[in-house]
């Protein structure tokens, strides 16, 4: 079972019956416009906006969090990177998760469109997917480990529904 882990809290199961995460690109970032019109891409820095929201037979009490300091959010939600097409290798972010249920693991995609999964291999944060006979592409997927500030959650019922905003420092 994948566990929402913040910190040392970790979300009860009967509060986690439906739980959805998402990933938003948060960042200063605009594209200006020249005198001729053409489009300048700006960027200063990037984020990411962790949203997850859930449901379950109790409630989840993420209340009882502390809103005025910096938290580790063990994600639920896998990213997936490209490996490299000819060493099926990948360098992951020191920023993921590690424990039993969230171990990196491969992804190598057909030319049919089919994607099949493939065992990796870990050599300090390299990941090899193993080769896949007649793979055309390969990825690693890996579950995200953010430090982040935390918005008050919002909770509603009877079905004991809530939402959490996490955002990347």
Known sequence: MKLLKIGTFE??????????QRYEPI??????RAVSGRGILQ????KT???TSGSG???????????DVQHAVACIAPETMPADSVTRQA??????????????YGLAQLPGGQTVAAAVTLAGDIATVDAVTDAVAYQV????????????PSRSGPDHSWELIAEEV
């Open 11 to 20: 979300l009860p199961v009967y509060a986690s019956f439906e739980v959805t």
């Open 91 to 104: 360098e992951l972010p020191v920023t993921r998760r590690s424990d039993a249920e969230h171990v990196p």
């Open 57 to 67: 037979w109790v409630p989840s009490g993420l209340q009882s969090l502390d809103f």
């Open 141 to 152: 997927g890996y579950y995200p480990l953010l430090t982040c500030w935390l918005l008050r």
């Open 49 to 51: 906006r962790v949203v």
């Open 27 to 32: 960042g200063g970032e605009t594209i200006l």
């Open 43 to 46: 960027r200063t820095w990037r």
